[in-house]
């Protein structure tokens, strides 16, 4: 009867199966995929807070660019009263508005670091997102590992009640020492202790996945993309697109700096007005233009600021594309050493169980104990189990390798 059961336990096996078996095991998710997945887990994350505070800054930015005015008016009003002598005095009344004008090339600078301020929001949303995926990917990771060991532990678990109650009945018949019942119907009982701490990790993994996206079960697991590794980084990866991002918006900046070596000029246009007594009241408008001096005590400190932004983008950008490149070559390797240790674990898992077979086909015939007939199961059982861990970890290596390509679920 165990070796009824060892033989139906070897038709789980592979990658397939097991992802599905994996995904079936769960109540459906409304949404019904990664996608959305990833999406709940970043609507209910501090970095998607933070993106949003990154778009309002961006488009402030600018607005406040595109402004007529290089900053906000200011009205002036001024009022003056003269007593000449007694009984005749004269007032002075003078209202005027002062205007903030942009300097040449100024506007158009800032609007060009406003824009690559909102295109550097734009990427650095993306790029949260890609590591959000890796986390989600982290946590489903570790629900289908624990899902695999508690699906082994429950075969296992039935082949040695299988085991335990052909030995009771060949005790019975006199075949058997009552040793051998105790022995089997002993590890049966500590199979049941490993079967419950495989679901108390397996909850605690569904709890941990459930804090992360709020959903309570998880999508079907995504197909294992096609297609051959890049030599290289990726262009369009998010992360190296926002790097390259900040880095242009550093140098948007520097530019802007460059061309605000002084305060905004301002006009002031002034209305004038005199009254005096016994005499005709005076009138006028008058016009100036305010320009501040350009001193090296308030440009160099910004300008400073603005290079040293550039030089740390340029670094970063650097250091950007050498991590992605490294990071993409251990995932190409983790890939393939993830395929190979799954065909040597599927062929190890399969010899194992056809070994067990045989030797408790030899334990019906009375020419094996009763110990090398457990011990046999064990290991099939710890071969099927490691089986069907590398069979989920083969198909996330895959995933992880398109997310190291930059690829979004």
Do not use: C, Y
């Amino acid at each position: 009867m165990a070796g009824i059961v060892i033989r139906h336990a070897s038709g789980l096996l592979g990658l397939a199966f097991v992802l599905q078996a994996a995904a079936q095991t769960a109540a459906p998710v409304p949404a019904g995929d990664w996608r959305s997945a990833v999406e709940a887990a970043w609507q209910r994350s501090v970095q998607a807070a933070e993106a949003g505070g990154q778009r309002r800054s961006a488009l402030a930015e600018r607005a406040a660019a595109a402004s007529f005015w290089a900053g906000s008016p200011a009205v002036e009003l001024e009022q003056l009263r003269k007593r000449q002598r007694p009984g005749v005095a004269s007032r002075e009344t003078e209202l005027g508005i002062a205007l903030p004008l942009w300097l040449p090339g100024q506007r158009d600078a800032r609007l060009a670091a406003a824009e690559a301020q909102a295109q550097a929001a734009a990427a650095a949303t993306d790029a949260a997102r890609l590591q959000m995926a890796r986390s989600v990917l982290d946590a489903a990771a570790a629900v289908l590992a624990r899902r695999a060991e508690l699906e082994s532990a429950e075969l296992q678990a039935q082949a040695l009640q299988a085991l335990a109650a052909d030995v009771a009945r060949r005790v019975k018949a006199g075949e058997l020492a009552r040793a051998d019942a105790l022995a089997a119907d002993a590890e049966h009982l500590a199979q049941l202790d490993a079967q419950a701490q495989a679901k108390l990790q397996l909850q605690a993994a569904e709890a941990r996945w459930t804090a992360l996206t709020g959903l309570a079960a998880m999508p079907p697991p995504p197909p294992a993309p096609r297609g051959a590794a890049p030599s290289g980084a990726p262009v369009e990866h998010p992360l190296l697109r926002e790097a390259t991002a900040r880095l242009a918006l550093a140098r948007k900046r520097l530019e802007s700096v460059r061309l605000s070596r002084r305060d905004a000029p301002e006009l002031i246009v002034r209305a004038h007005q005199e009254v005096a007594g016994g005499e005709p009241d005076t009138r006028g408008i008058g016009v100036a233009l305010r320009i501040p001096l350009a001193t090296a005590d308030r440009n160099e400190p910004l300008m400073s600021a603005a290079l040293a932004e550039v030089e740390l983008a340029e670094a970063g950008e650097a250091e950007v594309r050498r991590r992605l490149d490294l990071e993409l070559g251990d995932a190409e390797r983790e890939a393939e050493a993830a395929r190979r240790q799954l065909d040597n674990e599927t062929a190890r898992a399969r010899l194992l169980r056809e070994r067990a077979a045989l030797i408790h086909t030899s334990f019906d015939a009375g020419q094996t104990p009763l110990p090398d007939t457990l011990r046999a199961l064990s290991q099939a059982a710890q071969a099927e189990a490691a089986a069907r861990r590398q069979a989920v970890a083969a198909a996330l290596a895959v995933i992880r390798l398109e997310q190291a390509r930059g690829v979004m679920p």
